[in-house]
């Protein structure tokens, strides 16, 4: 009987999505040659090879892309086993990370999760932040179990369920007009600047940043010392100590973006997993 670990068949599913041993390394946070060595055990455990070089990288074998067709129903397997055990268990326990941008991490998910830690204190819930195609190939690739990411979104495999519409404002310093003053926004790249350079082309004006930044905090600090203005979701500007030393202003016209939760189709939703969902869906 051929035996392989559950690590082997993640790292050896990886491979094959990201194309190469090494970019599998770098999701991994391993050496390129320890996840060499993982297919070489289980192509040992399988006796058969798995993956062969091609002029333009690695790809699966007959016998792996057999394999890989398995994989998933493997690990859904694995999970309802553990899932069915699980509900004879009073307290709900787990790990269920979430993934989203930076700017819904800080000012949305911090009253969340300390709720689910009153309520559940012996479910882990982790956060890994990115932009919405970072998000969509780590719930892609099960590094993520549920990601809340802008519209639009899509992938293989993947349920997308829109959850709130949230509105942009414009930002400047205390007393200072809009009028004139250079633009800092988001960096390139997000699907939320992409809707900010849409919205301006779409006033007549060509999006020209004198900053292009990563963090929301870094931008409402760099706009606070009157260097320029910014257009920013409202969920950063809600309380008074996010508003300190600005002035908000509704935008014309009004410029929205819909957020949206997204899981695999085939994900086994566990108990963690509903009670982050509804901490959610309540939050909004």
């Known amino acids: ?62 016998a792996g892309e057999t394999f890989l067709a398995h994989c998933a129903h493997i690990e859904n397997a694995v999970t309802t086993a553990i899932q069915s055990v699980a509900i004879y268990q009073q307290a709900i326990s787990g790990h269920v990370t979430i993934g989203t941008g930076a700017t819904t991490c800080i000012h949305l998910l911090p009253p969340v999760l300390q709720q689910l830690r009153e309520d559940f204190p012996l479910l882990t819930v982790g956060v890994r932040t990115g932009n919405t195609s970072d998000i969509l190939r780590a719930v892609e690739e099960n590094r993520v179990d549920i990601g809340l990411v802008t519209m639009p979104a899509s992938g293989r495999n993947l349920a997308i369920s829109p959850l709130f519409n949230e509105s942009f404002v414009a930002i400047t310093a205390e007393g200072q007009p809009r009028q004139a003053l250079p633009l800092i926004v988001f960096e390139s790249g997000s699907s939320t600047r992409q809707l900010i350079d849409e919205w301006l082309l779409d006033k007549g004006e060509h999006a020209a940043p004198v900053m292009e930044l990563g963090s929301i905090e870094a931008i409402k600090r760099m706009v606070r010392a009157g260097l320029g203005y910014s257009i920013v979701p409202d969920v950063a500007v809600q309380t008074e100590e996010d508003r300190l030393g600005l002035r908000v202003t509704p935008l014309q016209p009004p410029l929205q973006r819909t957020l949206a939760l997204v899981m695999r189709q085939d994900k086994v939703v566990t108990r963690g997993m509903t009670e982050v969902l509804n901490g959610l869906k309540r939050r909004v």
């Open 1 to 62: 009987m051929s035996h392989f670990s559950l690590d082997q068949l993640a790292t050896y599913k990886l491979v094959i999505a990201r194309g190469s041993f090494t970019g599998a390394a770098e999701v991994l946070g391993i050496s390129q040659p320890a996840v060499s060595l993982q297919i070489r055990q289980l192509e040992q455990a399988l006796q058969t090879r798995l993956i062969e070089r091609s002029g333009r990288g690695i790809r699966p074998t007959a």
